[in-house]
């Protein structure tokens, strides 16, 4: 959603590094452009000035005079200035003292309200809570259906006593949620309200009729982040007509320009508390202002995809696969299966690099990449025999053929996965043992940290366990010597005297003509 406003930023600070110091100029054509990019991202004029005024002011203090990087302290700039006009810190639901917590959403129909409804149930049961849905949208058609079918999706129960499709009271149906959730002992109730095209009379006066009936302890207002401008317009005449007390942005996978998320939090002065970034029930969490700045940043988000990577991995799959990682040959291609499994659980590709720091200029690439990609790999795979899997060594020209006609894919396909798969290996067999990567120099003091390219002695043995003798006669000679040396049990000498004789050293010197009171060097 950020990609233009991403670009246009980098683009900015691209031009400051290599400067050691910023003049007046610099700092006006920097902010310049930040107003420029903010602009085309769609965000709120009154935002846009105050912003570039805030940076403008501390661009020019001694924070970065001072600073042996401009750049980089520029940049450090306009990260707290997005987390500050974001909310500044993450806002958490509020849960009642006593019964149970009542969260009901409000906003225009198309705004995503029925889906979020399900996600929000969701993710509230990860939190080991026990919610209850409440369809009291009974004017738009099929919305109590959507919401039923929703609510057995994420294995979550939906109150519903009207059929809808303008029939029945939402405002009786809401008072009746709450007696009906005190006596089913849930803890939360998520009450899911009409919208309409536009903001009109009608809209208002329900939803504040049901604000009055059931008084919510949360009241959060559903936007969706692709509207633009409009957006903030529509925030504030629903905070002026019913109240609420947080902002949930729906659609954050869109390709809009997602100035309302920079501009709604400004405006309104109510934080945005959760988004919604894709379609699957599961692509909901709290929005955390420093982590969405650092993505518009391009400095990626790195505790979210941690976070995730937590909820996915299976802790004692993971820790087996590291164990055969430690043994040479133990990580087996059903292994390799089974990670690539696991990593599927944090959802597409595309998504978990575009966490990873600096992944911005290679957004084309990863917005081409085929997801598709992971069912061949699997198709491949499991076309393999048990004893395949644990020793890929054995494939040989028929196997390869039988996978590849048993998976659908092509030969080259198959010897393309298996190469990869003996490099990967190989590499992941070295990091694991703190070697670092293969072919690079290691660090000292760590295992296999001995320096590429340098001979190692090695003791080559031929047949029967005897050495090998060069087919040099002087090392011959050198190395019959040592082994007779050795066969005697004294030590080699390294001075040329193969035999171990003492050596009268005074005497050989005096043979070789030295300097007058040389020999005193000698004692």
Known sequence: MFATLSDRLADTFKNLRGKGRLSEADIDATAREIRIALLEADVALPVVKEFVGAVKERARSEEVSGALNPAQQIIKIVHEELVTILGGETRRLRYAKSGPTVIMLAGLQGAGKTTLAAKLALWLKDQDKTPMLVAAD?????????????GERVGVPVFAPEPGNGTGNPVDVARASIE????????????DTAGRL???????????????????D??????DAMIGQDAVTTAQAFLDGVGYDGVVLT???GDARGGAALSIRSITGKPVMFASSGEKMTDFDLFHPDRMASRILDMGDMLTLIEQAEKAFDSEQSLKAAEKLATKGGFTLEDF????????????MTKIMGMLPGMGQFRDQLENFDEREIDRIQAIIQSMTPAERDNPKIIDGSRRARIAAGSGRQVSDVNQLVDRFFEARKMMESMAKGG???GMPGMPGMAGGKRSGARQPAQVKGKK??????????????????QKTASDGKAANPFGNPDGADVDYEKAAEQLNLPKDFSQFLK
């Open 138 to 150: 009974l004017q738009r058609p099929n919305a109590v259906q959507q919401l039923q079918v929703n």
């Open 180 to 191: 009906e959730a005190k006596r089913k002992l849930h803890d939360v109730v998520i009450i």
């Open 198 to 216: 536009g903001v009109d009379a009608t809209l208002m006066q329900q939803a504040a009729d049901i604000r009055d009936a059931v008084q919510p």
């Open 218 to 223: 949360e009241v959060l207002f559903v936007v």
């Open 251 to 253: 659609k954050l996978d």
């Open 337 to 348: 299966l089974q990670q690539m499994m696991q990593i599927r659980k944090l959802g597409s």
């Open 436 to 438: 670092g990567m293969p």
């Open 465 to 482: 366990g005897k050495k090998r003798v060069s087919g040099n006669p002087a090392k011959a000679a050198q190395q019959k010597a040592a």
